[in-house]
């Protein structure tokens, strides 16, 4: 809907306005669904000729255009794909830019279904895999070799919470003509720009907050200008496609995206700032914490932060880590996150990392905050720590 020439409107009027052209849509405010494998052409000379906008349901649809047009404003880059999950995004993305003999730099605090990616397919397929820690920064030149042809990002990590010097990576991986991969799933286009910050294919799972209601599944790659033609040329061979109601359900999930995020924002610093004063809490780990170490980076290359976070609780059995989780009223228990619902899942995360040591002074439990009064999470969450204490 955006006019040619006029000045260009801010992330929350991009969000309403993305993909919607009310001439094309008849006068209704929401694209149409559009259901569709075949596409008729009137003539054989516009069949063979590919006159029409669309020449097959896989290659796009007025829906997956709606979508990908809003998602590419948004992401400030030269072509978005989607794709049916987010781990697909995050394979596409790679296989677009790898092939057999090459080397990726995989960060070590990567979400874990990444890592089985690359142990397990990307190895058979020929591509090695090592495995970095997240505060390498500019001496990741020191791991490129000739036949390094990606480095691979997630921030904050998977389950920590580091925060990585992008910018600094991105740098010394192109000084030597190797891409930069990101997964931004947590801070989504709207509190990262992965592109701005040298990202060259930034990946989201459209299933945690662009969704946001715990109903969808689906992956988003943005490429720039460089790798686009990589990304369009993987992303057809490979014949990936989403259905149009899940297309759907991720548009109308980004039109209140910014005012979720803002909210989950402030609701899940509100919840962390009060774990942190709690004597059962040994550490909360929150970017967007004071003293938190990733703190000073995320304050200079984010704009937000989600509500996904984590706790390390003082020493403590699994019985009084279940007394604590079992108990909750509003939390559920479960994966995913990014939806309207608050979450909690108790993790370990030492046995997957493999170049970095995580010694986190007692079991660890995850937290997302969704959309319910702070007051009645802090009370859920103060009875659940009581539970803890009680069964020390
Ligand atoms: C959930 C998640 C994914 C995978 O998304 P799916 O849609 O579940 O496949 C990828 N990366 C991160 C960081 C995630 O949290």
Redesign the pocket.
């Known amino acids: 809907m955006e006019r040619d020439g006029e000045r260009p409107f801010g992330p929350l009027t991009d969000l309403v306005l993305g993909g919607r052209s009310v001439v094309e849509q008849h006068g209704f405010v929401n694209p149409p669904i559009v259901r569709g494998s075949t596409v008729l052409s009137p003539t054989v000379a516009d069949l063979e000729g590919r006159t029409g906008r669309y020449a097959y349901g896989r290659r796009g649809t007025p829906t997956s255009d709606a979508l990908a047009d809003a998602l590419k404003t948004l992401e400030g880059g030269a072509h978005v794909a989607l794709t049916p ?6 394979a596409t993305a790679l296989l677009a830019v790898l092939g057999a003999g090459d080397h990726l730099l995989m960060v070590d605090t990567v ?1 874990q ?2 890592r089985h990616l690359c142990d397990l397919t990307l190895k058979r397929l020929g591509i090695e895999t090592t495995y970095y820690e997240p505060s390498v920064g500019a001496q990741i030149a020191d791991l490129i070799r000739p036949e390094t042809k990606a480095v691979f990002v ?1 921030s904050p990590g ?1 389950l920590t919470f580091e925060i990585q010097d992008i910018p600094a990576i991105a740098g010394a991986a192109h000084a030597r003509g190797v891409a930069v991969v990101m ?1 931004n ?2 801070a989504t286009p709207l509190f990262f720009k992965a592109h701005d910050q040298g990202v060259d294919l930034s ?1 989201t ?4 907050y662009l969704g946001g209601h715990a109903d969808l ?3 988003t790659i943005s490429a720039n200008e460089a790798y686009a033609p990589a990304l369009i040329a993987a992303h057809g061979a490979l014949g990936l496609c989403v259905g149009p109601d899940d297309m759907f359900l991720a548009l109308r999930g980004l039109r209140t995206l910014g005012v979720r995020l803002a909210h989950q924002q402030d609701a899940g610093l509100r919840v962390a700032r009060w774990l942190e004063s709690r004597s059962e809490v040994a550490r909360v780990l929150h970017p967007a914490l004071e003293n938190d170490p990733g703190h000073a980076l995320w304050r200079r290359d984010f704009t937000g932060a989600s509500s996904l976070f984590a706790i390390e609780l003082k020493p403590g059995p699994k019985g009084a880590v279940a007394a604590f989780l079992d108990g909750l009223r509003l939390f559920g228990l479960g994966y ?2 990014g939806g309207f619902e608050s979450l909690a899942i108790p993790y370990d995360a030492r046995p997957i990392r493999t170049a970095s040591r995580w010694a986190p002074a007692g079991p660890t439990v995850r937290i997302h905050v969704g959309l319910e009064e702070v007051g009645d999470l802090i009370a859920d969450l103060d009875a659940g720590l009581a539970r803890y204490a009680a069964a020390l």
């Open positions: 999950s987010g781990l697909n995004a995050v979400y279904p990444t997630e998977s997964d799933t947590w990946v799972a459209g299933t945690k599944l689906l992956g995913s996150w």
